[in-house]
Every structure is written in C-alpha cells, then in structure tokens.
C-alpha cells in the first residue's frame, strides 16, 4: 500500500465531506431543507452515501490493486489486514480493499439502476391507474395485487434458474421489473387525491391532454413518497443482490460485488474473517445510511409538515 | 341582431349519487345565448347550477358520476361542443374559450413557476419556444398590471399574494386571446378593495381584447356593475333573464326579488330599519328532489295552488324586443295574486 493509496483514501474522505457541506448549505435556504437537517442520522447518512459513491466513481483511483488480481497465490493467501493490505486478502490472494471498492461500483450501480427502472414503471402504472380510474385501475391494481403476492425472492430464483449465465443488464432488469409493484401503489394513492385538485381542473381547461396534464400536473406534485421510497429501495435492492450472490446466483464470479464477496469468505470465516466481515460492514453502513437519508427526506417532504 | 357567439339550449347536467338515492338534477334545462363582445352574469345562489352549467361548457364534469343528457345542446361557433372529437375540443379549450377558477390560492400548480403556467396555453396551442413562451409570459404579466413583470415571471405561486394570483389566473386564461372568458367566482376568494381592481380589469380588458365574458357570481353587486345582462338562476333553471338595467329597475321574478332584498343597502339611514337585513326563508332544495311545479314556490311569498302543481315555461315579459326579459313565473299570467302592492 503506497502513500498515493492513502492519499486517495483522505481525498474520497474530503469529497464526501465536502459533498455534506455543500448538501447543508443547499439545504439551509428552503423548509423543507431545513427539517431534513433537523435529523440527527441527516448528516452522517449523506457522508456514507458520498464516500461510496466516491470511491465507486473513482475506483481505478483508490484501489491500489486490480480487484481480480491474484498476487501471489504462494506467499499472501488470506494475509491478515496490514498497512500493505489495508483490508487484507482472501483464499486467492486478491486484495480486499481493492474488491471492495469495484464492488461497490456494482452495488451501488445495481441498485440505483434497478430501482430506476422500479420507480419509472410504477410511477407510470401508478399515474395510468389513478388518473384514468374505472377499468384501467381496476385491470393494474389487480396485476399489483398479484405482483404482491409472490415472494420477489422466489420469482428472482426461477428467473435465474431458466438461464444459465445471467448477465448484469439482465440481473439489474430482473430485479426492478419485480420491484415496482408498491411504488405503484404509492404513486396511484397520490395520484388520486393531487387529481383532484384545482389546478389540475385549470390545466384540462387550457386545453392540455391527458399525458401533458399527468406528466406536467400530476407526478411532479405525487414525487415526495416516491423519492422516499425510492430511497429505501435501493436499501432493499442491494440486500436482495446480495442475498442472490451470497446463494451464489446473483453477480457472476469473478466480478466483485459485495454479496459474492461474503460468499466466498464465508466458508474462510474462522480463518480469515476480515474476506467477509469488510463486505458485510460496508452493506450495514450503506443501507443504514441510505435508511436515514431516507427518513429525513421523509419528514422533509411530508406536506403535513408545511405549515411548521 | 348578430349570430350568438355562444348558444346553450336545454343543457341537462345530471349527477348519480353514490348510495343510489337518486339523480342529482344539478342542471335541469338551461338555456342562454352570449353575443361575441358581451358580458353576461350568470346569478344564483350556491348550490344552483352555476359552476356546473359552465364546468358543462368546456366538458370538465367529471365522468361518472356526472354526466351531460342526450338532447342538450351547446354550440359554440356553429360547433356543438358536446359532439366534437377529444382533440377538436383540447383544441378550443384555453384557445377559443378559456377559463378563470374560484380559487386562486388553489387553482395553480405550486411546483411550477407562474411564467411557466401563464405561457402553458400558448406551448399547447401554438408550439411557443421556451424563449418566446416567456417573454410572452412577461407581457401578459404587465398586461394583467403586475409590476416587475420580468422578476414576478420566475416567482412560484406561493410568493404572491392572493390579489396577485387571481391577476395571474386572468393573465392564463387570456394568453391566446380567447373569445370567450368563462369567469367563475372570480372575485370571491379575495378582498373588496382587491375585487373592485380586478373587476376593472376585466373590463378593460374585453375592451381591448373584444372578447365575450361569462362572469359567473352570487354577488348582484358586481353584475350591477360589469354585465350587460343577466341569467338568475335558481334550482338548476333559468328563473329570469334580462339586460341588466332592465332586470334591476324591474325584477320580475320574487327570487330575483329576494335576491335584491337581501342585499344591504348603503342608502338606507340606520333609522329607518325596522328590522333585520331581508332573508329569502327556507334554502335551496336537494338537487336529488326537486318541488313539484315551480320549483320555488315553497319559498315564494306569492304562491298559490298553481304553484305547486304546474311548472311555468319561461314567459316572456314583454320588454323591448321579444326574448330580451323572460321569467318563469306564473305571476306573469296572474299579476293580481301578487301580494303587498302591485
């Protein structure tokens, strides 16, 4: 480990703090920023998000090795962590700091990709279904209801199991096509009642269509739980790909992600634990922190609040 | 005389109520005409059929529960906008006829700017730039005369006042230069002092604009002051309709009466009431039963049998040209059953 590791390391650090300061002072000149503020966890969640989405960007900057590198398979198997090997290594010599920081690439990149596609598909069945009413609402509620009822987990299984080798992409849209079923649901509740509204009334009577009055009018005002939610979503969806790497079908091998990380450490975990404890750490602190983030931008955004 | 800009015949709005205890006749056979340039007052109390009969114009009545009879008619131009295709109509709405809500702390979009919204109409209708769309924007803003067009332009609605907002719903309506302005309420929701000015201006601006207006009030005052006829309505119909003079110096019908009794008068001295501000007794009827007969005799000091059992067509109460004054009231038949004078 070089002084240019190091070096890196504090610049990710300054970034990220950066970022929160710059968060703060955005935040400072409006209501619903500064309740966001008043959140004790506010803080400290943006810092975490910043860091790793940081060291995610500038990967080939911070890793002081290459993630799938064995360096020597001999003599640095499941080195213990050192001012050499911040993290240590694992079974085959690769560096754990190194995997660490590609891996969060893939699951940060994983789950906001995913719960990109989640929130587009259930904001636009949410919107349909709450706008038009009658038998469209009736038609996507029901295929929610049904969505809902199947464990995700299970449906994800069967999915990977018809293929062989899944690759990323078609990970990535397997699990957002089978996440947005509550956003809709969210979407559809907030739809009906901002339909309702005045303004809504006075955009139809200009002239605006239908796509024009719902993409314009009515989604820019449902967006607060929307956001909220997907906030939290991205939470669940790391979990989930982790879980599906950890029963080794989720990311394929040797693409480090943090859920196939643990896998592989796990069956080391007497003798090298550092190979499944930094992973498991790193998805705590992420979907901790993306948890509170999301809690105060919750109670930032809650309508209810504003008059506070 | 010249072709009606705008021709409503026998318009029958009708509501499905939700525990199935009936139709709502919300509207039940209104009819009207608005001359182009004209500004029309369309009188009632709340709960009459106003806001319905000019929601019905521009087909914004929710569907269901509400619906518009077959064999009502409104045309507008020599086009019957109940037939129109959906995008002949988005096509007319905001551009030809063009609407001003009751409530201006509610009835803009608050994540938007107010230039944005002002210049909607004219991006939906004519494919405004964004360049082009504000600085229309901007010149709407000092028509409707907000000072600091060009910084207000980029304020969201909850920067501005009441007064202002209302001045910014006017600013919408009107960027395509409709012909007609269906104006509902437009005063209500805002201070006297502040009413009086945008009255004002919507009368200088029709008159610069030659549009027709359709001002829609429980206010007599205000139709006093910018109508040029008025429609009283009462329990979805059409009880008196006159020029405004005419309705004011000779108002037939006892509601229409009622309504001017009601109405505190600053010339009379504090000695000479007897008693407490007039009041027309009883309210209005569920929509969902309406009295047999005339629809306001429970009310009527005048009504007798007849009343009760025959509804009155629209007469016709022979004043200036045939059709300038009708009223539906039987009293018209039988004046001596008018009680107290006359």
Not at chain 1, 176 to 183: E, I, N, V
Not at chain 1, 281 to 297: F, H, R
Not at chain 2, 280 to 290: K, L, R
């Amino acid at each position: 480990m070089s002084v240019w590791t190091w070096l890196a390391l504090a610049g990710a650090v300054a970034v990220a703090l950066l970022a929160v300061e710059e968060a703060q002072r955005a935040a400072r000149t409006s209501g619903a920023g500064r309740r966001f503020l008043r959140h004790p966890t506010a803080a400290p969640g943006v810092f975490i998000l910043a860091f790793f989405a940081t060291i995610a960007v500038a990967a080939p900057l911070v890793a002081p090795y290459e993630p799938s590198r064995q360096l020597d398979i001999v003599h640095l198997q499941n080195h213990a962590p050192s001012l050499r090997f911040l993290l240590g290594t694992d079974l085959y010599s690769r560096d754990v700091w190194s995997r660490l920081i590609y891996g969060a690439r893939v699951s940060l990149g994983i789950g906001t990709l995913a719960v990109l596609i989640a929130v587009t598909v259930g904001a636009g069945v949410g919107a349909i279904a709450g706008y038009f009413r009658r038998w469209a609402d009736a038609n996507l509620m029901r295929l929610v209801d049904v969505g809902l009822a199947m464990p995700r987990i299970f449906v994800l299984l069967i999915a990977v199991a018809l293929w062989e080798r899944v690759s990323l992409a078609v990970l990535v849209l397997l699990i957002g096509l089978t996440g947005w079923f509550g956003t809709s649901r969210l979407v559809r509740a907030e739809v009906l009642s901002v339909r309702e509204r005045e303004f809504v009334a006075a955009a139809r009577a200009l002239g605006a269509g239908p796509a024009r009055v719902i993409f314009r009018h009515v989604l820019p005002n449902a967006s607060a739980p929307v956001i909220v939610s997907a906030a939290l979503g991205i939470g669940n969806v790391m979990l989930l790909e982790a879980g599906l790497s950890f029963l080794g079908l989720g990311v394929p091998s040797p693409a480090p992600s943090w859920g196939s990380m643990i896998f592989d450490g796990s069956q080391l975990i007497a003798a090298a634990p550092w190979t499944a404890i930094f992973p498991g750490v790193a998805i705590a602190l992420v979907v901790m922190a993306l948890n509170a983030v999301a809690d105060a931008l919750r109670d930032a955004l809650d309508p209810r609040k504003e008059a506070a | 005389m010249t072709e009606p800009l705008l021709r409503v015949r026998d318009l029958k709005t009708y509501f499905v109520t939700e525990q199935g205890s009936g139709t709502a006749r919300a509207v039940d056979g209104v009819s009207f005409e608005l001359y182009p340039g004209e500004t029309l007052g369309l009188v009632g109390e709340s709960g009459c059929g106003k806001t319905v009969t000019s929601l019905s114009i521009l087909r914004l009545i929710p569907e269901p529960p509400g619906h518009i009879r077959p064999g009502s008619f409104i045309e507008f131009e020599g086009r019957n906008l109940l037939t129109v295709a959906p995008n002949e109509l988005r096509a007319i709405r905001g551009n030809q006829i063009a609407m001003i809500f009751q409530e201006p702390m509610t009835s803009l979009n608050p994540v938007f700017t107010v230039g944005y919204q002002i210049a909607e109409a004219a991006i939906v209708h004519q494919g405004l730039s964004r360049r082009a769309a504000r600085n229309r924007a901007i010149a709407m803003l000092k028509l409707v005369g907000i000072p600091d067009a060009d910084e207000r332009v980029d304020h969201y609605p909850h920067q501005m006042s009441g007064g202002m907002r209302q001045r910014v719903m006017i600013a919408m309506a009107l960027v395509c230069h409709p012909k007609l302005l269906i104006a509902d309420e437009p005063t209500t929701a805002l201070d006297v002092t502040i009413q009086a000015q945008i009255l004002e201006l919507l009368e200088a601006l029709q008159a610069e604009l030659g549009m027709a207006i359709m001002l829609i009030t429980h206010d007599l005052g205000v139709v006093a002051g910018t109508a040029d006829r008025v429609v009283v309505m009462y329990a979805g119909q059409v009880v008196e309709q006159a020029p405004t003079t005419e309705l004011f110096a000779r108002p037939l019908h006892p509601y229409t009466e009622g309504l001017m009794a009601s109405v505190p008068r600053i010339d009379t001295r504090v000695s000479q009431v007897r008693g407490r501000l007039h009041s027309i007794p009883g309210q209005v009827p569920a929509a969902t039963a309406w009295p047999p007969g005339c629809r306001f005799h429970p009310r009527c000091p005048h009504a007798w049998d007849r009343c009760a059992q025959e509804e009155p067509p629209l007469l016709d109460a022979g004043a200036g040209e045939p059709g300038a004054h009708t009223v539906r009231c039987w009293l018209l038949t039988e004046p001596q059953r008018r009680k107290g004078g006359a």
